[in-house]
């Protein structure tokens, strides 16, 4: 069975900071994995999608890797922004039926 | 550009009554998916559905059906709600695959349903 962690569960850093967002999952047979960010109470967002013959990709002041191998994905944020404060999670899309598993999340706080 | 739009927004319910959860997929999408998000939870796979026909099933409770209509649109039908069913309810809907790639799934803004 699939599972999906994500560590920290929640960091705080300054303003302009760069930082890493690790994600790892236990079965590498996926097809490919999404990052979201969810605000409080609201809907999900898709960041980024990256397949699972792709290693990167990059939107914006993000760039997510992969590496199917060893069940790792991060998320790079760089120059950080308070208006980033949200909750990150990443999902790996299931080989049989395509549904998303989902790992718990990693609670962003940018200080100004 | 079109986004996924569900309805209602707000829910609040009884114990032991029933709701109804509506999804409009992007235009031109064929895949409508399901999840369930408890508070502080990360989204829990319901059912999805392909070009009318279910085609997986997560841990959706048998209180719950659901079915994807000739328009594409989806309903989520609740019966016998409980209090644990008080979640926050997603529809995401995609284009199933198209250059030999399985695409991203695009969400709604979510149906808060609370039981009383």
């Known amino acids: 069975k699939q599972e999906v962690t994500q560590i920290p569960a929640a960091l705080s850093v300054p303003e302009g900071e760069n930082l890493v967002l690790n994600c790892s999952f236990t079965d590498s047979a996926i097809y490919n994995l999404q990052w979201f960010r969810q605000d409080p109470g609201k809907g999900l967002t898709s960041l980024l999608l990256?397949?699972?013959?792709?290693r990167e990709q990059t939107s914006g002041r993000l760039n997510a890797s992969l590496d199917k191998s060893s069940g790792r994905s991060t998320l790079y944020i760089a120059a950080s922004q308070p208006g980033d404060s949200a909750t990150y999670l990443c999902a790996v899309r299931d080989n049989q039926g395509g549904k998303l598993i989902f790992g718990q999340g990693t609670e962003l706080s940018v200080k100004p | 550009a079109a986004g996924v739009i569900q309805s209602p927004r707000h829910l609040i319910k009884e114990k032991r009554e029933t709701a109804t959860l509506k999804c409009y997929p992007i235009p031109r999408h064929d895949t409508v998916y399901w999840y369930q998000q408890g508070p502080g939870q990360d989204p829990q796979f319901l059912i999805s559905f392909y070009e009318k026909m279910q085609s997986d099933k997560g841990s959706i409770p048998d209180r719950f059906s659901a079915q994807q209509f000739s328009d594409y649109h989806s309903e989520l039908n609740m019966s016998s709600l409980e209090l644990g069913d008080s979640a926050l309810y997603f529809c995401?809907?995609?284009?199933?695959?198209?250059?030999?790639?399985?695409?991203?799934?695009?969400f709604g803004p979510g149906t808060r349903l609370t039981v009383l």
């Open positions: 995401a809907s995609s284009l199933y695959k198209r250059d030999g790639h399985y695409n991203e799934q695009f």
């Open positions: 990256i397949q699972s013959s792709q």
